[in-house]
């Protein structure tokens, strides 16, 4: 079981395959960039389940902060070229600096902001690969991703303009069917 932000950084560094995927997206350069979400989440939620296999991603989310081009057909060039390197990933590429657009929500300052913006706290979760070294960015901590809990971030919590948000995506993930020990406080809802 993990119990610190040190204990997931060791499971990421001792899963092969999540240091090829972190070595990969490494070699494009891309600038304030993480492999976020599920990536970590559920790397995290397979170790506390004590699961023996991944459970599939649905992609790799890699995120980052150009604000000098936020043509989305970049972001698909940076795709394909991950495709290249790794065909069997399936990488997801954004670019922050556009996505408060596309989330109708007010402009993120970087990658950090944009990753503290995701609906819920255990989600809201990258890690990167800088000259052999992991680093993890948890804008909320990483206690309710290490106990299995959903709860929304500031952003989206109760009586916010984003909160059905939040409630909507939680039921249509229902991460408990993959994590039964996946719960939310009641008030959350």
């Known amino acids: 079981m993990l119990k610190t ?7 990421i560094r001792q899963d092969k395959w999540m240091m090829k995927v972190l070595c990969t997206e490494a070699i494009l ?3 304030d960039s993480y492999i976020s979400a599920g990536f970590v989440r559920s790397k995290v939620w397979d170790i506390q389940h004590r699961y023996k296999n991944r459970m599939p991603l649905a992609d790799v989310d890699v995120v980052y902060f150009d604000a000098s081009d936020i043509d989305e ?6 795709e394909n070229a991950l495709r290249n390197m790794m065909p069997a990933v399936p990488w997801s590429v954004k670019n922050q600096a556009r996505m408060h657009k ?4 007010p402009a993120f300052r970087d990658t950090e902001h944009a990753i503290a913006c995701y609906p819920e706290t255990a989600t809201s979760i990258g ?9 993890l ?3 909320h ?11 929304p971030t500031p952003l989206y919590v109760k009586g916010t303009d984003y909160h ?3 409630v909507k995506r939680v039921k249509q993930k229902n991460w408990q069917r993959q994590w039964p020990l996946v719960h939310m406080e009641v008030d959350a809802l």
Request: aromatic letters at 4%.
């Open 102 to 105: 596309v989330n109708r929500m």
């Open 137 to 139: 960015l948890s804008p």
């Open 73 to 78: 057909a970049t972001e698909k060039m940076h």
């Open 29 to 31: 350069g891309l600038p």
């Open 127 to 135: 890690v990167k690969l800088i000259a052999g070294k992991l680093y």
């Open 5 to 11: 932000e040190a204990d997931i950084l060791e499971a």
């Open 164 to 166: 059905s948000i939040f």
């Open 141 to 151: 901590g990483v206690a309710d991703l290490l106990a299995c809990r959903l709860a």
